[in-house]
């Protein structure tokens, strides 16, 4: 893999020794890749991330992996809030309303490349490579529905579970009723939490709770229709059976 070391981002400080845990993927919502290098190794924006992948494939080292890079902003994910100390981030020259409103194969290859070199590095499981939009659901749409994790997923790159079965979705709804849990709603928010999100607010506040199952729909449920609450449900168990098989 080869990188490009020219362009440098002021915008890190130090990990104070906690260790690497997930992978943060984004999306820059610029214009081009000189844009987004101005931008993220500009002092003032306070902003920036390891990696930056151009359309064409290249790949940007900003930020030293030992550093703490300014990426993911007020976040949480599995009882952390400090997600920058604990993550590499890594940006995609990509935006929704640009002329690189797509996901190129060269960018998307190169993603796949560093994801399993960082992978492999850090000993990163398969359920801790997220989306902007998962750690910060509330404020962040990126990588966003168009970011192709259907690929990631062949690249076996991140978890699988379509292919737990009904039985062992029973097993799951057991252990919810044993425990007094039956409304489907506290299932929901349960499952999520459990899976890492961030649920603190959710139960209270209706529209948090919408905009947190549709963090989840935009990426699990994208490709089967992601306006069906039901459907939500029958992937969440499938994919909470086989988190928690694998949970080491
Ligand atoms: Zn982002």
Sequence with gaps: MKYINKYKSPNYNSRKKLKIKLIIIHYTALKNTNEAISFLCNKEK???SHYL????????RLVNEKNRAWHAGQSYWQDCYDINAISIGIELDYSPYGKNNKFSLSMLASLKKIILKIQKKYKISKSNILGHSDIAPFRKKDPGKNFPWQKLLSAKILLK???VKKSDIKIIEKWFSKNNINSKKRIIIIALSLLGYDTNLVSKNHKKYNKLLNAYKIRYLSEIGY???KLLYNVLMKHLFKFMLTKT
């Design 227 to 229: 306006k069906n609450n």
């Design 46 to 48: 306070k902003v920036s």
């Design 53 to 60: 992948i151009g359309q064409n494939g290249s790949v940007y």
């Design 161 to 163: 579970f379509n292919n």
